[in-house]
């Protein structure tokens, strides 16, 4: 079992909706959360970034952490072609290491 | 500011050959990692290094794989021999350090792209 899954997709969806990408977990020792994007042959940018449970908004997104269920999810509202990217996710435990497990990412296609 | 540097963006080499990459980090980030990404999976550490010293190897074959961060600013990360399943997008990352408070998380470089034949 992977530590960090995450449904490949691909996600394609009509300009204007909303989406949701998910991830699960099996270590509950992780407690910083992250959302990035990657668009094609580009490194991933940081989207989002969550500290244990809880929500984060920013602009069109939305992180949630549910740390009881070991579930995260990324919203993102009024989608936009330019949204069209992978989205991995990735997480981290306290301390000083700070190394990355990410997931294999969802694919998300926003057509216009 | 600028971003994480790497180079070359791309390379391709037979197998059993040998390879060299290059990264460049963010100006005053103490904290350089490696990672492997394959097509269609998301990114595995490799090496991550505080300053010029080595603070996980633990996923680096390292009976191939070589990395060194001489005077704790650039890195170089080598393959010899390479293996076709090699073939991977090689990303440097970069971030400030130590300090679990501060609200900073990894910067990545656009990777340079390994094609093993």
């Known amino acids: 079992q992977k530590e960090v899954e995450q449904d490949p997709g691909p996600l394609s969806v009509p300009e204007g909706a909303i989406v949701s990408l998910n991830c699960t977990y099996s270590n509950s020792a992780f407690q910083y959360f992250m959302w990035y994007r990657q668009y094609s042959r580009k490194g991933p940018e940081l989207l989002m970034y969550t500290y244990s449970s809880g929500n984060k908004e920013d602009g069109r997104f939305t992180a949630q952490v549910d740390k009881s269920s070991k579930y995260i999810s990324l919203f993102i509202r009024d989608s936009q072609p330019s949204d069209s990217a992978t989205y991995l996710c990735a997480m981290r435990f306290s301390g000083s290491a700070r190394q990355l497990t990410f997931g294999s990412g969802t694919q998300l296609t926003v057509l216009p | ?117």
């Not at chain 2, 080499?13 to 005053?28: H, Y």
């Not at chain 2, 103490?30 to 290094?49: D, E, H, N, S």
Request: proline content about 4%.
């Open chain 2, 1 to 117: 500011e600028a971003g994480v540097a790497q180079s070359p963006r791309y390379k391709i080499i037979e197998k059993r050959q040998s390879v060299a990459f290059w990264c460049n980090p963010i100006s005053g980030h103490a904290t350089l990692y490696w990672y492997q990404q394959i097509l269609g999976q998301g990114p595995k550490l490799l090496i991550q290094f505080q300053n010029n010293g080595v603070v996980d190897d633990s996923q680096l074959p390292k009976d191939r794989f070589s990395a060194e961060r001489l005077k704790g600013v650039d890195s170089t990360l080598k393959i010899q021999p390479a293996k076709l399943e090699d073939s991977a997008v090689y990303l440097c990352a970069s971030s400030l350090g130590r300090d679990a408070k501060l609200n900073t998380e990894a910067f990545f470089g656009q990777g340079t792209r390994l094609t093993v034949v």
